[in-house]
């Protein structure tokens, strides 16, 4: 039901994925993994939900990135803060 609302079945595990820890960032190849979704589709949702300012990317720089996790090319994404904290006020 969800996945007719919001388009897409990747849209909806990542809304999901960001969501349940939102202050988390993770990496392109781990959010395909945890949607279980094809690489391709989920960087085409990021995209999506960057350019409607749900996530926003985030430097390497300012991830707490544990030993094994992604690489320093990996591109990190998280939930934009402004969006948890409207959804906290409803």
């Given at each position: ?20 820890s ?69």
């Amino acid at each position: 039901m969800l996945e007719q609302l919001f388009g897409s079945k990747s849209r909806v595990k990542l809304l999901h994925i960001f969501f349940q820890s939102p202050d988390r960032a993770y990496y392109v190849r781990e959010l395909a993994r945890l949607a279980e979704s094809q690489l391709n589709a989920i960087r085409r949702e990021l995209a999506n939900l960057e350019q409607v300012g749900l996530i926003m990317p985030v430097a390497i720089e300012n991830v707490d990135v544990q030993e094994g996790v992604g690489t320093g090319r990996s591109k990190y994404y998280k939930l934009f803060k402004h969006i948890l904290c409207a959804k906290l006020l409803m």
